[in-house]
Nanobody
Framework: QVQLVESGGGLVQAGGSLRLSCAAS????????MGWFRQAPGKEREFVAHISISGSRIYYGDSVKGRFTISRDNAEITVYLQMNSLRPEDTAVYYC?????????????????WGQGTQVTVSS
């Protein structure tokens, strides 16, 4: 069992930045491909970003390309989501998730473990 914990959410003005972190309780994330998803009220959970186990493959959802950056630290303890140029439409609960593979990276079903989510609110 892998327990994921997100942090770093909060309230920010449009145009601002936030960095989200995701860590696994008591273990490294070196064996997992990692993804970030988000869910706004009344909407389906949306793919945001994915990084492969090796870190060599990275993918982004169309709505965040050029503004968000996913990364993982060298110790494979934490995965980050750097969010720049934030917009009110980025407001959502953001979830990190762990998977054993990167194929179908945007499909929620490939992810075996999920965090509890962290709220990001962007004011206009």
């Amino acid at each position: 069992q892998v327990q994921l914990v997100e942090s770093g959410g909060g309230l920010v003005q449009a145009g601002g930045s936030l960095r989200l972190s995701c860590a696994a309780s008591g273990r490294t994330l070196s064996s997992y491909a990692m993804g970030w998803f988000r869910q706004a009220p009344g909407k389906e959970r949306e793919f945001v970003a994915h990084i492969s186990i090796s870190g060599s493959r990275i993918y982004y959802g169309d709505s965040v390309k050029g503004r968000f950056t996913i990364s993982r630290d060298n110790a494979e303890i934490t995965v980050y989501l750097q969010m720049n140029s934030l917009r009110p439409e980025d407001t959502a609960v953001y979830y990190c998730a762990a998977a054993m593979r990167s194929s179908d990276y945007a499909d929620r079903r490939i992810y075996d473990y999920w965090g509890q989510g962290t709220q990001v609110t962007v004011s206009s």
